[in-house]
């Protein structure tokens, strides 16, 4: 692994001179309709833009997934951090870098996390709940959700991000039914382990945060409620009212219609698990949108909060 001054350490008018991800480029036009080539690029800590306004023909080799070494400057544009190129070059296979040396990953420890998931399955005790569980947590699908983002851009979009996401949720909703011990414990935990599984299959995560076909075409909500109802007619005698309450708790965990839920929360488990959703989610992605600011300094606007956001000074 070579080591380089992270992005999010470097200031304005620092030189850049770093191997980056490159994570996205397109042909965009400005207010007069000339042309120019948009970039984005990434280490594992902040995602930059860069735009260039000459010859960037030059560059019409480049594209999403490639591993570049950019020379430039940090700059910015109305307060938002942007890189000004002076070259970008593609790396040579002799230098030995991959694309998951860039991708950004959770600060918790991963091993710590897994032994909490696999304590917390253990406490589950409907005896058809719990089998249906351990169906999806043998060994080879238990890499696969512990090293899963839990999204592209929005929330814990990093490597690890889904588990670190499923134990929020767990622990929002462990809570609630301490509140309310109406509330299912069983029904409702198995939801929030189960809700985004399917973003193991919608996400791609080898080199870049990409969305499969199969993502794309069926989304991780159906992916998800599809894999449990195909689990269930492996489990004799499994209660069809379990298994309905179940799916409904993956099928309605966004909320609204207009959310891509297929439907809204009617039980006292969903409306739990899509609040508990929204916390872990909302809180997790603005934190990481003030992270990328300075202190006390607001962020851009941030189009799915509909607001920008101000990144307080007040110590703890």
């Known amino acids: 692994m070579f080591n380089q001054t992270d992005l999010i350490t470097l200031q304005k008018g620092d030189l850049i001179n770093h191997y980056l991800l490159l994570k996205k480029t397109e042909i965009k036009l400005t207010k007069t309709n000339k042309q120019y080539l948009y970039l984005e690029f990434t280490d594992k800590t902040l995602s ?20 570049v070494k950019v020379t430039g400057s940090m700059d910015d544009y109305n307060g938002v951090p942007q890189i000004k190129i002076i070259s970008i070059k593609l790396v040579e296979p002799g230098d030995n870098i991959s694309a998951i040396d860039f991708l950004a990953r959770s600060k918790r420890d991963i091993d710590e996390m897994k032994n909490e998931l696999l304590a917390r399955i253990q406490k589950i005790t409907n005896r058809k709940l719990k089998m249906l569980i351990d169906l999806f947590f043998k060994e080879d699908k238990l890499m696969k959700f512990t090293s899963a983002p839990a999204g592209k851009y929005w ?4 490597l690890s991000g889904l588990l670190e996401h499923s134990l929020e949720l767990i622990k929002i909703c462990d809570l609630m039914c301490d509140i309310h011990p109406e509330i299912n414990r069983d029904l409702l935990i198995c939801g929030a382990i189960m809700h985004d599984y399917g973003k193991t299959e919608e996400l791609s995560f080898d080199a870049s945060f990409e969305y499969t076909t199969r993502g794309k075409l069926i989304g991780h909500i159906v992916i998800s ?17 379990l298994r309905d309450c179940l ?46 600011t300075k202190e006390g300094k607001w ?18």
């Not at 929330?155 to 990093?158: G, I």
């Not at 962020?299 to 110590?315: C, E, G």
């Open 225 to 241: 409620a599809m894999m449990i109802n195909e689990e269930c007619k492996k489990i004799p005698d499994f209660p069809d009212e």
């Open 48 to 67: 930059l833009s860069a735009n260039v306004w000459e010859n960037f023909s030059n560059y019409s080799q480049l594209k999403s997934g490639d591993i």
């Open 155 to 158: 929330h814990h979009s990093y």
């Open 247 to 292: 799916l409904h708790l993956i099928l309605s965990h966004q909320g609204k219609l207009e959310f891509a839920s297929p439907v809204i929360p009617k039980t006292l488990e969903a409306i739990t698990l899509y609040q508990a959703d929204e916390l872990s989610a909302k809180v997790n992605a603005y934190k990481s949108a003030l992270g990328e």
């Open 299 to 316: 962020t851009k606007y941030l189009p799915l909060a509909s607001t920008d956001l101000f990144n307080h000074s007040i110590q703890q």
